[in-house]
């Protein structure tokens, strides 16, 4: 073999490493869309959210994302929840995201459907025709699809709860609406302003001992499979804001007192795993419609370093947030609020 073989040999084998390299770099680096929390059928000052929301998806649609989360509430609080409202039209919006986009249902569109302003429904037939529609398959939404693992069988029971592995993350969807987790407290079940009935308040109660149990094992399981993975981080997506930005002080717990308790065994669950786990831990929800990132759990004297919430925008703010992953960087998340020019 000549040098000059012997020279374009080895330049060849520097190339494919340096190419194998940038295809391993490029897997372990990307970026994905939080949003949720629209549209409403109206906003503070009147005026509809259809033109902010057809901007909002042609801002995304212009970006490479490896995937978009809707952390929940697909219509306002005080419309009714139609099948189509809650359906078809929901499909439709997700549908004309390019990327693959996963739905993490909210209060708006099944826990609250009993308010006489959002129909007076059965909340639990809601979350039921959610379950036959909107997650009827092992797949994602979008332009293009995503194979997911759900927590059981599509159309039935928890077939909301989701899991997808990325570029040495674990990410999670979970049931966690807003309104207290759908737990009810004795006296503040019936009201004129609701179609509940006591058997109705009954069933909701029990409806929330079952998936709360059914999430905080499904996390504990993403957790254990993210240790054998040796994933350098896991993502957890739901809605509620279980209340962290109300303070505490050394003699009480404000969450706990004015009735967040509907969320203290996933919380719970959530500060054992991530403390027992050695990469990040991300924590995204909507609800509140206030864009924050900072680090609530425990408390002052407890910090969690490994665990980031991410609140997302909301109505009338339509604007989402882009998260770029790099297995590389000791946070492993980074995010960037992306303003949709012109809402």
Known sequence: MTKALKLTGLLMLVLAAAFSAAILANRHTYSFALWGDMPYARNGDGAKDGEKMARLVASMNAVELAFTVFDGDTKDGSSPCTDNAIGQETMDLFNKIKAPTVYVPGDNEWADCHRL???GYNALERLDYLRKTLFADGFSFGQTKMPLQRQGPARGLYAENVRWLKGGVVFVGLNV??????????????????????????????EYLARDAANTAFLRESFQIAKQQQAVGLAVVMQADPGFDLPETEMENERKKAGFDGYDNFLAALVMETTAFNGQVLLAHGDTHFYKVDKPLTDQAHLLKNLTRIETFGSPNLHWVKVSVDINNPDVFSF???????N
């Open 117 to 119: 302003n959002n129909g």
């Open 336 to 342: 960037q609020p992306v303003f949709v020019q012109g």
């Open 177 to 206: 609406p807003g309104s207290n987790n759908n737990k009810v407290h004795d006296g503040r079940c019936l009201n004129e302003k609701s179609a509940r009935t006591p058997a109705d308040c009954e069933a909701d109660n029990a």
